[in-house]
Nanobody, 120 residues
Framework: QVQLVESGGDLVQAGGSLRLSCAAS????????MGWYRQAPGKQRELVAT???????NYVDSAKGRFTISRDNAKNTVYLQMNSLEPEDAAVYYC??????????????WGQGTQVTVSS
């Protein structure tokens, strides 16, 4: 089992920056991929960025050049630095962790979410 706790969501003006954090606990040794997803009202949850244990990153097109995902494996924490925020970035941001066991069984864990509000 993995527990995820997000923090860092806030109200920010358009053009501003925020850094989200997600601390993992529990069976963190089995975490392979960590990532951030977001869900705006009336919309489906969408991928924002992911990072593997080896540091390989992936971003949704709208986040490229503005957001940076990073990971501190020693602290079992993943970060999302968000710059040049736009009203369209407003959403609840969820941390996700995927574990891969020795038999290739995969489990996906979610945090409780942190609200990001961007005022225009």
């Amino acid at each position: 089992q993995v527990q995820l706790v997000e923090s860092g969501g806030d109200l920010v003006q358009a053009g501003g920056s925020l850094r989200l954090s997600c601390a993992a606990s529990g069976s963190t040794f089995s975490i392979n991929v960590m990532g951030w997803y977001r869900q705006a009202p009336g919309k489906q949850r969408e991928l924002v960025a992911t990072i593997t244990s080896g540091g390989h990153t992936n971003y949704v097109d709208s986040a490229k050049g503005r957001f940076t995902i990073s990971r501190d494996n020693a602290k079992n924490t993943v970060y999302l630095q968000m710059n040049s925020l736009e009203p369209e970035d407003a959403a609840v941001y969820y941390c996700n962790a995927v574990t891969i066991l020795s038999d290739n069984t995969r489990y996906s864990y979610w945090g409780q979410g942190t609200q990001v509000t961007v005022s225009s």
